[in-house]
């Protein structure tokens, strides 16, 4: 199965600026959509970006103009550049694949990372 790991995160002040990054890895695996999630405590996780292997992207109203999602996939690693970073940015920043296929048994399934906190301050 496919492991998708985070990087990137950390404490940044308001108007900065930060880059995520997820690396997938593992064996007998194909990956189509990869996607961002992210869960600010005391609420419900929210999609925030996603990507295509096409290179189709769409993003949450909130994020959009600041938030740009990209990938490699001859690296099979996906992007977030964050923009003027504002407070409510902060959250666990969760890595997507949920239509990952696998070689081995011609099944899908959703894989998830284990997430990188960012955190906004004012």
């Known amino acids: 199965q496919v492991q998708l790991v985070e990087s990137g995160g950390g404490l940044v002040q308001a108007g900065k600026s930060l880059r995520l990054s997820c690396a997938a890895s593992g064996s007998s695996f194909s990956l189509n959509i990869m996607a961002w999630h992210r869960q600010a405590p005391g609420k419900l996780r929210e999609a925030v970006a996603s990507i295509t292997s096409g290179g189709t992207t769409s993003y949450v109203d909130s994020v959009k103009g600041r938030f740009t999602i990209s990938r490699d996939n001859a690296k099979n690693t996906v992007y977030l550049q964050m923009n003027s970073l504002k407070p409510e940015d902060t959250a666990v920043y969760y890595c997507?694949?949920?239509?990952?296929?696998?070689?081995?048994?011609?099944?899908?399934?959703?894989?998830w990372g284990q997430g990188t906190q960012v955190t906004v301050s004012s």
């Open positions: 997507n694949a949920p239509d990952t296929y696998d070689t081995s048994n011609y099944r899908y399934y959703n894989a």
